[in-house]
Nanobody, 123 residues
Framework: VQLQAFGGGLVQAGGSLRISCTAS????????LGWFRQAPGKEREFVAA????????SYADSVQGRFTISGDNAKNTGYLEMNSLKPEDTAYYYC?????????????????WGQGTLVTVSS
């Protein structure tokens, strides 16, 4: 499975941005698609995840109510809609694919990772 993330950029605080992740290869093996982020000097942290089969979702507390994860199975693409962005949301955002639905908020559950896309929120 190969993953490619798109759509990062610079946005003002309070603004919105949507980033995308397209999967290729053995996409039928994907159970969960997740988004993680890593700010400079910090650990990579869970943001959101979606189960490919039933589109059940999970969110980190820090983004609950502001971010929405969705997926288009026909396009093998997942999306992360980010609203009410804050400067502390600034980070590289990574998409990842897991082959099972176990512990979707843990980095170790994900086997495949895409390259990061940078989201910068100015104050």
């Amino acid at each position: 499975v190969q993953l490619q993330a798109f759509g990062g950029g610079l946005v003002q605080a309070g603004g919105s941005l949507r980033i995308s992740c397209t999967a290729s290869g053995r996409t039928l093996s994907i159970h969960n698609l997740g988004w993680f982020r890593q700010a400079p000097g910090k650990e990579r942290e869970f943001v959101a995840a979606i189960a490919w089969v039933d589109h059940g979702t999970s969110y980190a507390d820090s983004v609950q109510g502001r971010f929405t994860i969705s997926g288009d199975n026909a396009k093998n693409t997942g999306y992360l809609e980010m609203n009410s962005l804050k400067p502390e949301d600034t980070a590289y955002y990574y998409c990842a694919a897991a082959l099972s639905g176990v512990r979707p908020i843990q980095r170790s559950s994900y086997r495949y990772w895409g390259q990061g896309t940078l989201v910068t929120v100015s104050s």
